[in-house]
């Protein structure tokens, strides 16, 4: 099993990056998706996951300005992220898991992908 996460970069404050996901080695519709960032001396934070069938969730601090997708026939997921800001600036990480209750947990991890915002 493996989910390599791609697409970070450097961006200006109030830009635009879509980071992706490319999962292999396993039935990618099967789990939900989730995506963190952990930024410098923080914890790793989750901030959207996508179930199998499209029903998403958003941590309030990225609503409105994120937009996480998937397509299981490529077997990749996606974070569109809009608007960003300076605090935004993180090591953004890929995870597909399960849902328990209300509960996200993740069971594979991808290696992180640095997303830097200038102001």
């Known amino acids: 099993v493996q989910l390599q996460a791609f697409g970070g970069g450097l961006v200006q404050a109030g830009g635009s990056l879509r980071v992706s996901c490319a999962a292999s080695?396993?039935?990618?519709?099967?789990?939900?998706m989730g995506w963190y960032r952990q930024a410098p001396g923080e914890q790793r934070e989750l901030i959207a996951t996508i179930g199998s069938g499209g029903t998403t969730t958003y941590k309030d601090s990225v609503k409105g300005r994120f937009t996480i997708s998937r397509d299981n026939a490529k077997n990749t997921g996606y974070l569109q992220m809009n608007s960003l800001n300076p605090e935004d600036t993180a090591v953004y990480y890929c995870?597909?898991?399960?849902?328990?209750?209300?509960?996200?947990?993740?069971?594979?991890w991808g290696q992180g992908t640095q997303v830097t915002v200038s102001s």
């Open positions: 995870s597909a898991g399960h849902n328990k209750g209300v509960y996200f947990y993740p069971d594979y």
């Open positions: 080695g396993m039935t990618f519709s099967r789990y939900v």
